[in-house]
């Protein structure tokens, strides 16, 4: 609902139950909405709509770490994310982040960048037991 006409409701019954003294929850449940909607509403009066906003949070990364993270990636295709991520802190590149989730973001997967191995091309890999 619009700031203002939630607020002219809350106005309102103020009025009318100063003006009558009829208790404020007879004339919200004449009006038909609910308790806990008005009191929300009384609680919020005066203020905008911006509960839905993206609010800016201190562990987001930044332009310059999220490009960091994603060289890192690239220079080290073969390399996990959890060892990645260790690489990255003992390296200096990035730290005290949720390193890896730029990378996630950015669609950085090992296995999209590597060659494929002699195994996935259908070769037959010799154990200790004879031909696999």
Known sequence: MEPDIRDSVV???AFWS??????TSRIINWIGVQRGK???????YGMVNDHYGRIPRDFWLDDWE???IVAFFHEHPSEGYRRLT???LDAGVVGGQPL??????QNCR???SLE?????EGHRVQTAFGAA
């Open 100 to 105: 890896f989730s730029a990378a996630c973001a």
């Open 110 to 112: 090992a296995d999209a």
């Open 18 to 23: 100063d003006k009558s003294e009829i208790d």
């Open 11 to 13: 106005d309102f019954v």
């Open 66 to 68: 999220r490009e960091a």
């Open 38 to 44: 008005f009191y929300s509403w009384r609680k919020r």
């Open 86 to 88: 260790y690489m990255m």
């Open 116 to 120: 494929p191995t002699a195994l996935a």
